[in-house]
């Protein structure tokens, strides 16, 4: 019996806005150099980093990174939105999902601030990305209908794409009536709008909705017209998705010699634009009908050609499926030995990824526990730090008291002395209740729950670190976190003001922080 894998979901997600065009990179560094204006430079790196957007995402980084590293608090909000944006885009693409939703939640008030309803929606919506990606469906679909609410309020034309991305996650829920419903919104709002191109999207997620309602006709109609779309704008990976997707329809409906064809289409355009991994999958279908045919070999050839692919991407997922349309094959052919081994691989790299997913979880929450342990050990160092100070300056009011004290009788002069030795008696009865409160504070948190020896060291900081600090970098961040002015830490490491502001912002960006406290609580939450 024919068992295809289920059908490929070319499901089409809308994170962000589009790159920015032209070939303007080299000029915009010319500018950059002659540029001294900070608000200036910003925006110059802000451009440059949209410049390599889909095209190098490293580069897009870098740039991003290096505005971020100039703002401060009298960097205008709608410059500092643009920046987390970006770099929260590159760790989208990344599949880095938690830290683009740091960077993403990091914007959302500075849209506020900007008033930039626009953007400001988007980090809703690219927030409700993350959450679908990571499988938490419930926090997506939160994120997502406060992005629709913003833009069907602002009559926003991005309004389609929340409903898509509704849509879309209602699906993987398999809420089939919600995805529908969004889907289809989705649907008359391009088509009322004109959005021909858009259109083939919503017509895709239509037919696969369908096709799951068990709706095999229907399916096909919105594949066909998404196909007609595909091939009026010419867009071989959209004309490749709507052929698998039809020939997927037609293998359910067991009409095999059109599947064929269709895959056949399929897998000719994927090679032409480079889809290895669509590729890897429209193999694997054509492979199970072409032996449903009897044509083993040329089955066999094709999964060879998959498997081939997988390893190349190193995708578990394409070799999970290459594995098990290859047991398929062996099975129709009789080869039942052949067949228990390849199953049995599919299965091993199925555990593998199960596993990975949970190794990911674990090593989440040790996180979430560190974190927690760490601000315990920050505050004692602050307390401590507090405690120390008011003993030193104890002493220091006793030695001076004592000082002007003997001066006065020295020189006959009691009525001032008697005053003096008051006002020094009092300033020292304060200090020292002051100096018995702080270590009060301290005995009794070291008291507390989850008591630590105290640790903060250039090594603990900089193995959390994919870039680590430098002993300059850690040396000044170290005198910060003492509590001491950038003037102080300048006057100590003899260095001018403007390097140590230069290394502490190195630091922040490294820390992924943006100000002091957010430091004090990032060196809490990776130690």
């Not at 509590?483 to 502001?501: E, H, R």
Request: aromatic letters at 10%; charged letters at 25%.
């Amino acid at each position: 019996m024919l068992k295809l894998p289920g059908l490929l979901i070319f499901f089409i997600f809308i994170i962000g806005d589009t790159a920015a065009s032209g070939n303007n990179v080299d000029s915009l560094k010319m500018v950059l150099l002659k540029t001294t204006d900070s608000n200036a430079r910003i925006d110059l790196f802000t451009e440059l980093a949209n410049q390599f957007r889909n095209k190098d995402t490293d580069s897009m980084r870098w740039y991003a990174e290096q505005a971020l590293l100039l703002t401060d608090a009298d960097t205008p909000p709608i410059a500092i939105v643009k920046v987390l944006n970006l770099i929260g885009i590159y760790h989208f693409q990344t599949s880095a999902y938690d830290s683009a939703i740091y960077y993403f939640e990091r914007g959302i008030p500075n849209a506020q601030l900007a008033g930039d309803t626009a953007q400001l929606a988007s980090f809703f919506n690219n927030i409700g990305l993350c959450f679908t990606y990571k499988s938490a469906y419930d926090k997506a679909i939160e994120y997502h209908l406060q992005a629709l609410a913003i833009r069907e309020t602002t009559n926003d034309p991005k309004v389609s794409s929340s409903y898509n991305n509704l849509g879309i996650t209602y699906d993987r829920m398999y809420d089939l009536e919600n995805a529908e419903k969004y889907q289809l919104k989705a649907l008359e709002f391009k088509r009322k709008e004109g959005q021909r191109l858009p259109l083939a999207n919503s017509l895709l997620n239509l037919g696969i909705i369908k096709r799951k309602q068990e709706q095999y006709k229907e399916a096909i109609a919105y594949y066909e017209e998404s196909l007609v779309i595909a091939v009026e704008f010419d867009d071989s990976k959209k004309m490749a998705n709507a052929y698998n997707n039809i020939g997927s329809a037609y293998v359910t409906l067991k009409d095999f010699k059109k599947a064929a064809g269709y895959f056949e289409k399929s897998v000719a355009l994927k090679r032409e634009v480079g889809d290895h991994q669509g590729l890897a999958r429209s193999l694997g279908e054509l492979a199970e009908v072409r032996a449903f045919y009897g044509d083993f070999a040329g089955g066999r050839a094709l999964i060879l050609e998959a498997e081939a692919i997988a390893a190349n991407l190193g995708s578990k997922e394409i070799e999970h499926i290459t594995y098990a349309n290859r047991a398929d094959i062996e099975e129709m052919a009789g080869n039942y030995k052949a067949a228990l081994e390849f199953e049995r691989k599919a299965s091993g790299v199925w555990r593998e990824m199960v596993s990975e997913e949970k190794n990911d979880r674990i090593a989440e929450l040790e996180v979430a526990f560190n974190t927690t342990q760490k601000e315990t050990e920050i505050q004692k160092l602050a307390l401590l730090n507090k405690v120390n100070e008011a003993q030193a300056a104890s002493e220091r009011a006793w030695f001076i008291g004592s000082v002007i004290s003997l001066s006065m009788l020295v020189i006959g002069l009691m009525i001032f002395a008697t005053m003096q030795g008051k006002r020094r008696k009092v300033e020292m009865t304060l200090q020292e209740h002051q100096f018995d409160a702080l270590l009060k504070r301290y005995v009794d948190l070291l008291e507390g729950p989850m008591a630590t020896e105290l640790a903060v060291d250039f090594a603990t900081i900089n193995e959390k670190l994919v870039d680590p600090l430098t002993e300059r970098e850690f040396e000044t961040f170290t005198l910060s976190l003492a509590g001491k002015t950038n003037q102080d830490i300048a006057n100590s490491l003899f260095l001018s003001i403007n390097t140590v502001k230069f290394h502490l912002k190195n630091v922040y960006v490294k820390l992924g922080v943006s100000n002091r406290k957010e430091a004090v609580e990032y060196v809490v939450s990776s130690s």
